[in-house]
């Protein structure tokens, strides 16, 4: 199985900060990657998929790189609507797996 | 408009077993691919299965393999799964998601609201 690992596991930022989380993957998995945001009691909503392509109605200041084994999900300007969980999910093959979450906090 | 909606989540008793259901409506469901995942309470996410829409792929995590059968009626735009053997390590929300082909892999685009199944004596 490909583990998926990301870092930090929980961050502290306020608003308008730029903040920068990291999803390394065991093994290459070119551009296989998505990224989830997950709120309180809600299901997961995708962000990014492919590793850079914006999901359709996801807000600009979301952004995605990286390809092989490190990527990274950049928010420009923190809104605070944007404090929640951040999780990864490679689907280069099944079982499709999940970092183990950012907990991104006020 | 998309939706998922899962219901027949519940408490049973280890060893016991529990039939989820996800109702799809908004999208033409025979064409999809459709995948339940999981989540403990307080832990991160897990994929369970995956139904392709013809029902001719299956596949299952090695956690569930054996215990667990995915199964869809095109025809009533539902989704199944049906969990024998439960353990104590099943509690979590079930969350059904539809899985959309992309340019590289695949992405899952709609969730229903996850419906809770807790394994205790």
């Known amino acids: 199985d490909i583990q998926m690992t990301q870092s930090p596991s929980s961050l502290s930022a306020s608003v308008e900060d730029r903040v920068t989380i990291t999803c390394r993957a065991s093994?290459?998995?070119?551009?296989?990657l998505n990224w989830y945001q997950q709120k309180p009691g809600e299901a997961p909503k995708v962000l990014i998929y492919a590793a850079y392509s914006l999901q359709s109605g996801v807000p600009s200041r979301f952004s995605g790189s990286g390809s092989g084994t490190e990527f990274t999900l950049t928010i420009s300007s923190l809104q605070p609507e944007d404090f929640a969980t951040y999780y990864c999910q490679q689907s280069h093959s099944t079982p499709y797996t999940f970092g183990q979450g950012t907990k991104l906090e006020i | 408009e998309v939706q998922l909606v899962e219901s027949g989540g519940g408490l049973v008793k280890p060893g016991g077993s529990l039939r989820l259901s996800c109702a799809a409506s908004g999208f033409t469901f025979n064409s999809y691919t459709i995948n339940w995942f999981r989540q403990a309470p307080g832990k991160g996410l897990e994929w369970v299965s995956s139904?392709?829409?013809?029902?001719?792929?299956?596949y299952y995590a090695d956690s569930v393999k054996g215990r667990f059968t995915i199964s869809r009626d095109n025809a009533k735009n539902s989704l199944y799964l049906q969990m024998d053997s439960l353990r104590a390590e099943d509690t979590a929300v079930y969350y059904c998601a539809r899985l959309e082909t992309v340019t590289h892999g695949v992405v899952f685009d709609y969730w229903g609201q996850g419906t809770l199944v807790t394994v205790s004596s």
């Open positions: 093994q290459s998995i070119s551009r296989y």
């Open positions: 139904i392709s829409s013809g029902s001719t792929f299956i």
